[in-house]
């Protein structure tokens, strides 16, 4: 298995654009949650989804984030618009007892 | 509510030298324990686990966990440190029954040679 892909990997873009993030989870996991990492918050999670149907989105930080699950091997993570302060690296991970990460995508917004 | 404490943000240790990571926990019922490290612009990478069972748990890269209820501890334990081992580990707890995982907020291990 190729484990958790995420793209893009890098993404640079200017304040009030639209941003898409997308995972694809590892066949057979049930659950899927995205991660936010700063040097100042650390790792916090946003939203998960179990069995595509979205569980816990407490942790989107305002109106401007959305995540969808439209079915079992596809995620994404839209900002719209997007801010300075969005920059951060965004982390997928899929699993069920254990979570499984991908390897991020870097986002910085001008 | 769950949550989990390291308490060191970073810890220094001579290669070959015995290393722990510290970790503490807090879970209303029975914890699933988890360490993951990370290394430099890479995503989380799981390391061991501890659901039930024996108490001292043994996972990659030669890295160990014991498991103590009486102090609700977790602590990362490796014999003897690699240079390659400096990385960022985070602890994890899961309340059964639950599928979200608390992370704490990291301890960098820096490996001297």
């Known amino acids: 298995d190729a484990g958790v892909i995420q793209s893009p990997r890098h993404e640079v873009t200017e304040m009030g654009q639209e941003v898409t993030l997308r995972c694809k989870p590892i066949?057979?996991?049930?659950?899927l949650f995205w991660y936010r990492q700063t040097m100042m918050r650390g790792l916090e999670l946003l939203i998960y989804?179990?069995?595509?149907?979205?569980?816990?989105d407490s942790g989107m930080p305002e109106d401007r984030f959305s995540a969808k699950m439209p079915n079992a091997s596809f995620s994404t993570l839209k900002i719209q618009p997007s801010e300075p302060r969005d920059s951060a690296v965004y982390f997928c991970?899929?699993?069920?007892?254990?979570?499984?990460f991908g390897p991020g995508t870097r986002l910085t917004v001008l | 509510a769950q949550s989990v404490a390291q308490p060191e943000d970073q810890v220094n240790v001579a290669e070959g030298n015995p290393l722990t990571v510290k970790c503490t926990y807090s879970?209303?019922?029975?914890?699933?324990l988890f360490w993951y490290v990370q290394y430099p612009n890479r995503g989380l990478q799981f390391l061991l686990k501890?659901?039930?069972?024996?108490?001292l748990v043994k996972g990659s890269y030669g890295f160990e966990a014991e498991f103590n209820k009486s102090q609700t501890s977790f602590h990362l334990k490796k014999p003897s440190a690699l240079v390659s081992d400096s990385a960022l580990y985070f602890c994890?707890?899961?309340?059964?029954?639950?599928?979200?995982?608390?992370f704490g907020k990291g301890t960098r291990l820096h490996i001297l040679p």
């Open positions: 066949s057979g996991h049930n659950s």
């Open positions: 991970a899929s699993g069920t007892d254990t979570q499984y």
């Open positions: 879970v209303s019922g029975n914890p699933y």
């Open positions: 994890a707890v899961r309340d059964m029954g639950d599928d979200k995982i608390i």
């Open positions: 989804f179990n069995n595509n149907v979205p569980i816990d």
């Open positions: 501890y659901i039930t069972g024996d108490n």
